[in-house]
């Protein structure tokens, strides 16, 4: 189901084109969602490095759209299944289980074990990050309540009575989790490498980075240089303007969580893309403006997304000139680029 929101996209931060003038946004949401530190699964099925995420934060009726009305009940509202009757109490197959809500990784059938309670347990989650827990006083007793910390759900309890090696029991409710065989995984707990990329050139690539890094349902970006003639090219080469590359920022996203149309949307109102070859005091090739396309589907959304953007006199009469082809070979620009504005603490390219 692909959610048609999206949050936090605030416009240009990069400052790189004084043009982002037209109106409201019409991805501007709510405020930002905080961000958070999880971990997803790698191409070998293994935990990766931690990942600086946003939350996802929907309203009651956008979970009710999105889920049965016990996975709401219980994953949205606190309520606890009743024991023995949760499809995944007896469960014995190997895979991974993940939040009903938002497709987190939460807990292998490697760390599974027969509790006798009714409820499915676990000594352990795939990672402490993607767990989240808060006191519970509710029914007179003190317990752990455990919730999936990028999206909130209410997952169930945390107790010390747990087997080794851990001692803990993490008990759970089946309608706060979906379950896949390892080899098919679910939404953002399929290896990255399975995800849809999408790349675009905006001007100076810190600031289209930071912008897409904003976005609900990306899950990674990586800014680089692409569509020129050299290959391996430094910052330096391509700040020539002799090289052909543009700057460019690949973006991984969920197609659970947003679609290619409203990448493309949030691409285009992070820029002028009538200027050819210049996003405000930046002027050369590399600054161009340029949607690489990695599918039939990318390449006919891009251009369809193009001609709705030229019939709406966004930009009066003025042309589109962004580029839009193939994708070519994309070569990581240096470490420091990377995230750069982030490290910085800055919120434009040109302070
Ligand atoms: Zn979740």
């Known amino acids: 189901m692909i959610m048609m929101s999206v949050t936090g996209l605030i416009g240009s931060l990069c400052g790189c084109n004084g043009a982002n003038s037209g109106g409201a946004n019409p991805l501007a949401g709510g405020p930002i969602p905080a961000k958070v530190n999880v971990r997803l699964i790698n191409d070998n099925g293994e935990v990766t490095e931690p990942i600086f995420v946003r939350k996802i934060v929907k309203t009651p009726a956008e979970w009710r759209r999105q889920l049965t009305a016990e996975q709401f009940s219980i994953a949205r509202s606190q309520q606890t299944e009743r024991p023995f009757c949760g499809i995944f109490h007896d469960h014995k197959k190997p895979g991974l289980y993940s939040c009903v809500c938002c497709r987190l990784p939460l807990f292998s059938s490697d760390a599974k074990f027969d509790s006798g309670t009714g409820w499915p347990s676990f000594f352990q989650p795939v990672a402490g990050e993607n767990i989240s827990s808060r006191l519970d006083n509710s029914h007179g007793i003190v317990r752990t309540e455990i919730n999936c910390a990028r999206c909130d759900a209410h997952l169930g309890h945390v107790f010390n009575d747990g087997p080794q090696p851990t001692g803990q029991r993490y008990c759970l409710n089946s309608a706060s989790m979906v379950f896949s065989e390892q080899k098919v995984l679910p939404g953002t707990s399929a ?140 070569y990581y620009a240096e470490e420091y680029h990377q995230k750069y504005l982030e490290k910085k603490g800055l919120r434009t390219c040109h302070n």
């Not at 090219?233 to 391509?238: L, M």
């Not at 949307?265 to 996003?279: D, I, S, V």
């Open 191 to 330: 290896p990255i490498s399975t995800l849809p990329k999408a790349t675009f050139g905006a001007g100076c690539f810190w600031g289209v980075e930071a912008n897409f890094r904003d976005i609900r349902g990306v899950i990674s970006t990586a800014v680089g240089y692409a569509g020129g003639r050299t290959k391996n090219p430094t910052y330096k080469e391509v700040c020539t303007d002799q090289t052909g590359h543009a700057e460019v920022v690949q973006v991984i996203y969920d197609p659970t969580q947003i679609n290619y149309d409203l990448l493309l949307l949030a691409f285009w109102n992070m820029h002028n893309p009538t200027t050819l070859n210049q996003q405000g005091p930046d002027v050369g090739t590399q600054y161009r403006s340029v949607i690489f396309y990695h599918s039939p589907q990318q390449k006919e959304g891009a251009i369809a997304s193009r001609d709705r953007l030229q019939r709406s006199k966004k930009w009066g009469n003025r042309s589109i000139v962004t580029e839009i082809s193939p994708v070519p070979e994309f």
